[in-house]
């Protein structure tokens, strides 16, 4: 009987190399046309399967979640520290993995990488990698992470990992009074000098929850914000001269926090770090208002054409009466696909939502819905946490008297990518059974979606 793959399985080796994770397997499997692999089944058993394949065909296999490897330091800030007693048990998982660098945008700080990974990282090609510098003044570096000077001083890695081709985005947590000021110049200036192997660098402000209680931890102000804002658009002016691109990029959280506008989309680039929380915003404003251009290109039309009718109609049964089109109609006619107009609440967290609101109510004019947007306050974490992907299930559960219209709508970050459950353990049908009104989790794309499609 011909041997198969089959649920649980487990591939230790393909065409006689051992494969510890999926990044093995797709290493060992690329470009390759005939393969023997080595299963071990449930039952503890091994044995061999042949499979043929065209060079671009699909496996069609799905691979368990890699396991990630723990984070030795004991970084100043961590946000695994800031956490309450009851938070989601995944929230206290310290990551420091270059397969979850290369796969996702995780942040490693490479004080602790095995010469094995950083070989792997140069032989399979796992670039780019996401490093948290945070400084490269080494006692300033060594203090945030926690750790001995020789361990914080990660330069002849990273000048191995250049070397070889690997490319690196860089993250610097801002923490007010250790590694801002004339720290964040230098670590800037320094970074600056390896570009374009260190393609970008990103500057985001440390978070601070209720619960973190460090002395030497300095809560981020709008007054700060502002400060670093001039200090870092000198240099960002500096670097687009000399290195043809903005390069060091602030948070969009200080610019929201400083009550200072969004850059520009030229600022951005090819947004190197926005999953980092860096444009975001930016992209979010330049989806919204083409979504607002196209849906006035489509009134005017609806407009024209009914205006058209109204006036062909009138000069046929009264043809005296031809005058100017325009005077036939006494504002736009909206067309909406069913005729409804939209009536409902947005909720979002304090830092985004007078953005939001402000976008919406240029939508509510020009649609004629009804749309509110509610500033949910995060009373889990508290201290100055106020972005919307870390609200929770009692932080929104709390805002249900406050609801307007028909159903409410809520951030899809805030929900577990592979698990309807919040950051507080409340599944998301124990949060729908307790709110009036329908409610539906939607990201930018689905909710500039639902307006286009009114």
Do not use: W
Not at 124 to 131: E, G, I, K, N
Not at 338 to 357: D, R, S, V, Y
């Amino acid at each position: 009987m011909k041997s198969t793959l089959c649920p649980g399985d487990r591939i230790v080796r393909v065409n006689g190399k051992p494969v510890r994770d999926y990044l093995d397997f797709r290493f060992q499997t690329a470009g390759e046309t005939e393969l023997v692999f080595h299963v071990k089944k449930p039952n503890g058993h091994t044995e061999e399967i042949e499979f043929d394949r065209d060079e671009s065909e699909d496996f069609g296999l799905t691979f368990e979640q890699i396991v990630p490897r723990q984070c030795a330091n004991e970084c100043l800030f961590c946000f695994c520290k800031g956490n309450p007693e009851d938070a989601r048990p995944s929230l206290f998982v310290r990551d420091e993995d270059i397969r979850l660098s290369f796969l996702y945008g995780n942040y490693t700080t490479l004080s602790s990488i095995t010469p094995d990974e950083m070989r792997r990282i140069i032989e399979q090609r796992l670039s780019p990698q996401y490093v948290s510098i945070h400084a490269t003044d080494l006692k300033t570096r060594a203090y945030l992470l926690g750790v001995d000077e020789s361990r914080a001083d990660i330069s002849d890695k990273l000048k191995t990992l250049l070397d070889n081709g690997i490319e690196i985005h860089a993250q610097v947590v801002l923490c007010p009074t250790i590694n801002d000021g004339a720290i964040l110049e230098k670590t800037l200036r320094d970074l600056a000098e390896h570009h374009p192997k260190i393609v970008s660098v990103a500057v985001v402000p440390v978070a601070l929850t209720r619960y973190n209680t460090d002395e030497r931890l300095t809560r981020v102000t709008p007054e700060f914000c502002r400060r670093t804002i001039k200090e870092a658009e000198r240099l960002q002016k500096e670097f687009r001269k000399t290195l043809g691109v903005t390069f060091a990029f602030l948070g969009d959280e200080i610019y929201l926090k400083a009550g200072v506008n969004i850059p520009s989309r030229t600022h951005y680039g090819n947004y190197p770090q926005i999953e980092d929380g860096v444009g975001m915003v930016r992209t979010f404003i330049e989806r919204f208002e083409r979504m607002l251009d196209r849906k006035r290109d489509a009134e005017k039309r609806a407009e024209a054409v009914t205006i058209a009718r109204e006036y062909f109609r009138n000069t046929r049964t009264h043809p005296e009466a031809r005058i100017p089109a325009r005077k036939m109609t006494s504002g736009p006619l909206l067309k909406f696909a069913n005729g409804a107009k939209l009536c409902g609440t947005i909720l979002t967290g304090e830092m985004f939502a007078p953005l939001l609101g402000e976008m919406v109510a240029k939508y509510d004019r020009l649609a004629g819905t009804r749309l509110s947007v509610i500033a949910v306050p995060n009373t889990y974490f508290g201290g100055d946490v106020s972005v919307a992907g870390l609200l929770t299930g009692q932080d929104l559960l709390a805002m249900k008297d406050k609801i307007v219209g028909d159903f409410a709508i809520i951030p899809k970050h805030t929900i577990k990518s592979d698990e309807p459950i919040l950051l507080d353990g409340m599944t998301f049908d124990e949060l729908r059974s307790k709110f009036p009104v329908p409610i539906y989790d939607l990201d930018t794309e689905g909710f500039i979606d639902l307006l286009s499609r009114r």
